[in-house]
């Protein structure tokens, strides 16, 4: 049984790893390295993080085994797979930076979209629609390349306790200013805001993977064969908002990044009697496609925290 998530425990409360001076090492790194330096220097960054990260290996150890048993096929390293996640995610924040520099170009990003959603995000349609992210690969990228379209305008909703330093380190690395808004609850003055945003034509972008900071807002799903709470966020912002959900994987493979779009909800008309089924469907099945992204890239998975919150459990 899951334990209640305690102010210190909560993802939001632990001191991410990501500080000013690991962000700014990093952005010197791709800004002044050649290329052919760049592997060795991100794998002595990276293994000075996995030396002096016990939990967070250990969490990481927990997924994969949890990943393994939900999913035999999935083709984790056979040696050192904790540490290969690890280097993953050191790639995946090179590559954030990298982007911002133009290092990676419009050009470089293969569009997998069998539901032509990319013709609506081209074509401005008239109202906005949402999409759904997670912290399994690097969204990041795709947010970054969206400027490539012009008049298009993305919203990220976020919270603030860690996005500052990140936003203010990409900046220095070149990037123009991004659209968050910072939230920590959907309250009236935010939900007006955001309808206002959506009837313009923007979109918006939320993570629908992590509990929110206040925490009390979730539903309880099966992932990987455990019980998770995941937010419910996004699915509460479809139905207030009345709008299209669409899911967004920006994934790296052979040394190229696959923006997977695809359509996942309707839009929302749910009556306010069956709005808790609703959403609690629509979360289940936000965990089961998450989890089959996870078995076909398992090292792309960068939540680093206790996800399942049964550390003691095993």
């Given at each position: 049984m899951?334990?209640?998530?305690?102010?210190?425990?909560?993802?939001a409360?632990?001191?991410?790893r990501?500080n000013?001076?690991?962000?700014g090492?990093?952005?010197?790194m791709?800004?002044?390295?050649?290329?052919?330096?760049?592997?060795?220097c991100?794998?002595?960054?990276v293994l000075?993080?996995?030396?002096?990260?016990?939990?967070?290996?250990?969490?990481?150890a927990?997924?994969?085994?949890?990943?393994?048993?939900?999913?035999?096929?999935?083709a984790?390293?056979?040696?050192?797979?904790?540490?290969?996640?690890f280097?993953a995610?050191?790639?995946?924040?090179?590559?954030r930076?990298?982007?911002?520099?133009?290092?990676?170009?419009y050009e470089?990003?293969?569009?997998?979209?069998?539901d032509?959603?990319?013709?609506?995000?081209?074509?401005?349609?008239?109202?906005?629609?949402?999409f759904?992210?997670?912290?399994?690969?690097?969204?990041e990228?795709?947010?970054?390349l969206?400027?490539?379209?012009?008049?298009?305008?993305?919203?990220?909703?976020?919270?603030?306790?860690?996005?500052?330093?990140?936003?203010a380190a990409?900046?220095?690395?070149?990037?123009?200013?991004?659209q968050?808004?910072?939230v920590?609850?959907?309250?009236?003055?935010?939900?007006?805001?955001?309808?206002r945003?959506i009837?313009?034509g923007?979109?918006?972008?939320v993570?629908?993977?992590?509990?929110?900071?206040?925490g009390?807002k979730?539903?309880?799903?099966s992932?990987?064969?455990?019980?998770?709470?995941m937010?419910?966020?996004?699915?509460?912002?479809?139905?207030?908002?009345k709008?299209?959900?669409?899911?967004?994987?920006?994934?790296r493979?052979?040394?190229?990044y696959?923006?997977?779009?695809?359509?996942?909800?309707?839009a929302?008309?749910?009556?306010?009697g069956?709005?808790?089924?609703?959403v609690?469907?629509?979360a289940q099945?936000f965990?089961?496609?998450l989890a089959?992204?996870?078995?076909?890239?398992?090292?792309?998975?960068f939540?680093?925290?206790?996800f399942?919150?049964?550390?003691?459990?095993?």
């Amino acid at each position: 049984m899951n334990k209640p998530i305690s102010d210190t425990e909560h993802w939001a409360a632990q001191n991410e790893r990501g500080n000013r001076l690991f962000l700014g090492i990093t952005t010197l790194m791709v800004r002044c390295l050649p290329a052919w330096l760049m592997a060795p220097c991100i794998g002595l960054v990276v293994l000075y993080f996995y030396a002096t990260s016990p939990r967070q290996r250990r969490n990481i150890a927990r997924y994969q085994a949890r990943l393994q048993t939900a999913f035999p096929d999935a083709a984790l390293p056979k040696r050192w797979p904790v540490f290969k996640q690890f280097a993953a995610f050191g790639q995946a924040v090179c590559d954030r930076f990298a982007v911002w520099q133009r290092k990676i170009r419009y050009e470089d990003l293969v569009v997998d979209d069998p539901d032509n959603l990319y013709a609506q995000v081209k074509g401005r349609s008239l109202r906005g629609q949402i999409f759904v992210c997670s912290h399994l690969g690097n969204a990041e990228v795709c947010r970054a390349l969206v400027s490539h379209h012009q008049g298009f305008k993305l919203n990220v909703l976020a919270h603030s306790r860690h996005a500052e330093a990140f936003n203010a380190a990409l900046q220095k690395a070149g990037a123009d200013r991004i659209q968050i808004i910072q939230v920590t609850d959907l309250d009236a003055a935010l939900m007006m805001e955001l309808h206002r945003r959506i009837d313009a034509g923007e979109w918006l972008a939320v993570a629908a993977d992590r509990v929110p900071v206040r925490g009390g807002k979730t539903v309880p799903v099966s992932f990987l064969g455990h019980r998770a709470d995941m937010p419910q966020g996004a699915w509460l912002l479809a139905g207030l908002l009345k709008t299209c959900v669409n899911t967004l994987f920006c994934i790296r493979q052979n040394g190229r990044y696959h923006l997977k779009l695809r359509r996942f909800l309707d839009a929302a008309d749910w009556k306010r009697g069956g709005r808790h089924a609703a959403v609690a469907a629509a979360a289940q099945c936000f965990a089961d496609v998450l989890a089959q992204e996870c078995a076909q890239n398992p090292l792309q998975w960068f939540n680093f925290y206790d996800f399942w919150n049964d550390a003691d459990n095993g």
